[in-house]
């Protein structure tokens, strides 16, 4: 029976803070890893993602999806992948949705009448 492949994923916050190195296997997915994620991530940070959706992974200057699994977003190195830590970026990105709807909050709370018409 084969042995299980695992990695050492790291993961570099904006603010240049770190969340782990976490072991993961090769066959968990990005979604799975954003979940993970999501738990770990630093209560004191301002800017917090809600849901999983929220957090981009960039590795190698792309961006990891979702239904991918670790072993395919491996950069290529031309061969085996370097023995230690691979470190991937995370970008906190709200889904679309909400920012729209949170706008047009926001828009509609500050509406104040522009312009009147009197009739003589």
Not at 29 to 39: C, D, G
Not at 48 to 69: F, M, Q
Request: aromatic share 4%.
């Amino acid at each position: 029976m084969a042995e299980e492949e695992f990695v050492e994923l790291k993961f570099r916050l904006y603010d240049g803070s770190d969340i782990g190195p976490i072991r993961y296997a090769a066959s968990s997915t990005v979604a799975m890893v954003k979940e993970r994620i999501l738990s770990e991530w630093p209560k004191d940070k301002k800017i917090i993602p809600r849901v999983a959706n929220d957090v981009k992974l960039i590795s190698a200057g792309k961006i990891l999806e979702n239904n991918k699994t670790v072993a395919q977003c491996r950069p290529a190195f031309g061969g085996d992948p370097p023995a230690g830590v691979l470190t991937m970026h995370v970008v906190v990105q709200p889904s679309l949705t909400k920012s729209k709807t949170e706008k047009k909050k926001v828009d509609d709370s500050q509406k104040t009448p522009v312009c009147s018409c009197t009739i003589l």
